[in-house]
């Protein structure tokens, strides 16, 4: 066994104070919102539908799902994790939908970290991916790397991870975003599992979604602002007043969930499209089903969920896929094909 590097405990230690914070800090965003709020669907009176034999079930990467649901990446990286993910597992295997790991750095560079994110003995059936930022391709990182990450994990696919703002606003952050684009792309051909683009709460514009689809992405997560605010996370673990100025400058910036969405699918129409950044109900997901989404992530419901065992989990699941079983219903909606081309009404 390898013996952790100074930098290799400095990433676990920070995995372990992104849980802590996330848990107990208030971390959303200011002032700026999701813009789902600004949506609504129109109520049909008579639907002309039988409510339980409403689909929630969609495909995705070949695997079929209960729901358009999926647990967003959260942790991994730090022992605190392997419970955390554990339970989303098991849950994720209950009721049928897909999970997304935590970035898997840490456990590339420290072997013995790798089982926080080995789930697949008690979920061999779910949808999972892998996760692996972005910017370690301009770090040392190859295809090799993202690979064993994909392998440790026995993933579906890849996340690739884009959190510049969040590297940015940390003192031992990585800000080499350079010429990241051929990198992506040779990934893409490489890696051998279909990669995913992810942004982590600040959204993805047309022009970044245009650029990304070129490289080779299979999809895009717009991981839109309006939920957890990482430079929020960040604010709170900043060992100065200089660097605690600098993370709370950030705290409202970004694309709005709904944007991100609605620009991802004008720049990108054929690309599967997933959404995530501050949704917290099964009608939060069904409106960005109807803005262009194929699939619906929450991160910090799960994690809080999580904390407290594996029912919480399947429960607040459950919660949010008849929810969204209603909101079809309501909009008279029989499938999420359906559901789709449901025109939202945006307020004045």
């Known amino acids: 066994m390898t013996t952790p590097s ?16 996330n848990l107990e800090e208030n971390v959303q965003f200011p002032r700026l919102t999701t813009g789902l709020e600004q949506y609504r669907f129109p109520h049909t009176a008579l639907p002309e ?46 009721t049928k939908i897909a999970m997304g790991l935590g970035s898997q750095r840490a456990a590339i560079a420290q072997k013995s ?58 003192p031992e952050g990585d800000g080499n975003f350079k010429n990241l684009l051929p990198r992506i792309a040779l990934l893409c051909q490489k890696v051998g599992v279909p990669v995913i683009a992810k942004e982590v709460g600040w959204g993805f514009s047309a022009h970044d979604a245009r650029r990304l689809t070129e490289a080779g992405v299979a999809a895009i997560d717009v991981a839109g602002a309006g939920g957890t605010s990482w ?33 991802v699918k004008s720049a990108a129409p054929q690309t599967l499209i997933m959404a995530s950044g501050g949704l917290r109900d099964g009608i939060d997901v069904t409106k960005c089903l109807a803005l262009g989404a194929s699939l619906g992530g929450l991160a910090g419901p799960y ?15 459950r919660a ?25 009404i945006q307020a004045d």
């Not at 039988?50 to 942790?75: C, H, N, Q």
């Not at 979920?123 to 090799?144: E, I, M, S, T």
């Not at 994690?303 to 699941?317: H, P, R, S, W, Y």
Request: aromatic share 6%.
């Open 320 to 344: 949010l896929t008849r929810e969204i079983q209603i909101a079809m219903f309501m909009c008279g909606a029989k499938d999420i094909t359906a559901l789709q081309q449901v025109p939202l």
């Open 49 to 94: 539908l039988d409510l339980d034999e409403v689909d929630t079930t969609i495909t995705i990467f070949g695997k079929r799902l209960s729901a358009p649901l999926l647990i967003s990446s959260m942790t991994g990286g730090t022992g605190e994790a392997g419970p955390i993910n554990r339970a989303l597992a098991e849950a994720a295997q209950a």
């Open 231 to 263: 430079s929020e996370v960040e604010y709170h673990r900043a060992p100065t007043d200089f660097h605690r100025r600098i993370a709370r400058a950030f705290a409202d910036w970004g694309i709005p969930t709904a944007e991100s969405i609605k620009q």
């Open 6 to 21: 100074d930098d290799d405990k400095l990433i676990e230690r920070r995995k372990a104070d992104h849980i802590r914070i």
């Open 303 to 317: 994690l809080k969920a999580a904390n407290q065992g594996v029912d919480a989990v399947i429960d607040l699941t």
């Open 113 to 170: 970290l790798a089982a926080t994110f080995y789930i697949r003995d008690i979920a061999p059936d779910v949808l999972l991916f892998a996760n692996v930022g972005a910017v370690q391709l301009n770090y040392g990182f190859g295809v090799d790397e993202y690979r064993r990450a994909v392998d440790m994990a026995g993933a579906d696919a890849l996340i690739l991870h884009f959190n510049a703002l969040q590297e940015a606003v940390q």
